[in-house]
């Protein structure tokens, strides 16, 4: 019986009734708890509804019922480093994405470019703290503005809570709702952020890491970038004990020696530059 409302709950998936999939995987749940399968499709329901506390205990505890070292629970790591940045635990969710990308490596399992992304998704909301945290020291108005912004948010945030818990709003609305809510916020925050840069002659300003200097295996800005077969770039010595490891690409999957990693001379030289000319990224 649980597999058949596991059964249903896949098609209700399919069908974009995330809500109708939820319950048909929980109930699965009541009748066989023991089964990993059950709780990692809820994780990935939740998170198609939005409901991140509730995705992070799934996934949890879909890892803890396969075992942690165990590779079919690496897709269920991806759900967990997931639902833990979009609760804005970006450290958390870095070591759960690192920490299974390494067994990824071994396994040559199919997350391991999931798991990449997630990565660099992670360092970049650490970074960014980092960011808000040394800009807010930098000028005491811009602190007190963004706190003000930040406030608000919350309250907005808190608003919408109140109408999902009076059956005004459904869970659906309330993710669409509180996502608009948010992106208006970070528009805020980035057009005031852009104000004061222009306003102190570019002494506050928000520094970036561009995404193309950055290595997909190290995750650091690439020292020595060489190029696979399928026109992607990666730092030489990730790169390489990567293929060395596994035999693949990383991004296609196809098989791939050291011998076919080729220079990339014009983003070394882009790498340099921007390292020169902003030597804080060296710590990235």
Excluded at 137 to 142: C, P, Q, V
């Amino acid at each position: 019986m649980a597999q058949e409302l596991k059964t249903k709950g896949n098609e209700l998936y399919k069908q974009d009734d995330f809500q109708g999939a939820e319950d048909c995987f929980s109930q699965a749940i009541q009748k066989n708890p023991h089964d990993p399968t059950f709780f990692s499709n809820r994780a990935i329901t939740r998170i198609k509804l939005e409901k991140w506390a509730e995705a992070e205990h799934d996934a949890r505890a879909a890892i803890d019922l396969y075992g942690l070292k165990n590779p079919t629970a690496l897709k269920s790591s991806y759900y967990l480093s997931k639902a833990l940045l979009e609760l804005q635990r970006p450290q958390e969710a870095y070591d759960v994405a690192v920490d299974a990308y390494q067994l990824s490596l071994g396994s040559k399992n199919a997350q391991t470019g999931n798991l990449s992304q997630m990565i660099l998704r992670a360092k970049q909301r650490i970074w960014a703290a980092k960011e808000t945290s040394r800009l807010r020291e930098m000028n005491e108005t811009l602190r007190s503005i963004e706190a003000l912004i930040e406030a608000d948010l919350e309250r907005s945030v808190a608003e919408l809570r109140k109408q999902v818990d009076a059956g005004e709003l459904g869970e659906i609305g309330f993710g669409e709702d509180q996502r608009a809510l948010r992106e208006d916020s970070e528009k805020k925050i980035h057009d005031l952020r852009e104000a004061f840069r222009i306003a102190s002659h570019g002494e506050v300003k928000e520094r970036h890491v561009p995404d193309h200097l950055i290595d997909g295996i190290t995750f650091e800005v690439m020292h020595d970038p060489v190029m696979t077969p399928s026109g992607s770039s990666f730092d030489r010595i990730g790169i390489t004990k990567y293929v060395e490891q596994s035999g693949v690409d990383p991004i296609t999957r196809a098989p791939l020696t050291v011998k076919d990693l080729r220079p990339n001379y014009a983003l070394k030289a882009a790498c340099e530059q921007f390292l020169t000319e902003n030597g804080w990224a060296v710590d990235y």
